[in-house]
């Protein structure tokens, strides 16, 4: 029997079509990238794969991940030597979005969000945004980097419950010691993004079986 194919352009969809913990799409995976689920042990990322709220996501030294938020297209981008787990608590609207570092970096493209809508936590510092584009750099032993390249990040630094706003052009520093501290971006510190090259819009194809088992294709175009 011939599969019966359906495009669709609009996220909102994906959100029906994978309910419940299911949070997140990755759109890209270079190198090695593995991801745990519960106790079943690690298991290698695939572009397409379906996030759950949870997963552990691992990059070796030669790995990168990007992955697609489904509620509202906001990007996360994992580069070599990261670790984090991935969390996503479903609002009426949209998906509250945690992601909690264990060392490593990332670089976050945020859509508008809501007070706490999107939050990066390591083991020193905690960076909130509502809408805005930046890189964060985690080492437990050295501190935190954040470097601002659209919008505004506030930088908490937990053990002393000192903040910063850390706007474009900026780098915020939050230490083991307590404080934090913000100065210019030096252009040579902020880490290459391997799909900052591409331009216009991407697709990525995911077949799924609907309620009465035909099989279909969704379509989401990104950027």
Excluded: C
């Excluded at 990322?45 to 990168?64: C, M, Y």
């Excluded at 996503?88 to 670089?107: E, H, L, P, S, V």
């Excluded at 976050?108 to 939050?119: H, N």
């Excluded at 290459?192 to 099989?215: N, R, Y």
């Amino acid at each position: 029997m011939t599969s019966a194919k359906k495009i669709i352009s609009s996220l909102l969809f994906l959100t029906m079509v994978f309910g419940g913990d299911r949070i997140a799409i990755t759109t890209k995976v270079i190198g090695s990238v593995q991801y745990i689920r519960g106790n079943k042990g690690s298991k290698v990322l695939k572009k397409g794969h379906i996030i759950e709220s949870g997963d552990i996501l691992k990059t070796n030294k030669d790995g990168f991940a990007a992955l697609l938020f489904i509620d509202d297209k906001s990007a996360l981008k994992i580069k070599e030597n990261s670790e984090l787990i991935i969390t996503g608590k479903r609002g009426a609207r949209a998906i509250a979005k945690k992601i909690n570092m264990a060392g490593g970096t990332i670089r976050a493209q945020v859509g508008k969000q809501k007070k706490g809508g999107f939050t990066v936590q390591t083991s020193v510092s905690v960076a909130s945004v509502k809408g805005t584009d930046f890189w964060l750099i985690a080492d437990k032993n050295t501190g935190d980097s954040v470097i601002g390249l659209e919008g505004t990040i506030m930088l908490l630094n937990q053990l002393s419950g000192d903040s910063l706003d850390v706007t474009s052009g900026l780098t915020g520093l939050s230490l083991p010691s307590g404080s934090v501290q913000s100065f210019k971006t030096d252009p040579k510190t902020i880490p290459e993004d391997p799909t900052g090259g591409q331009t216009g819009e991407q697709q990525l194809k995911i077949e799924f079986q609907d309620a009465s088992g035909k099989k279909k294709t969704l379509i989401i175009e990104y950027k």
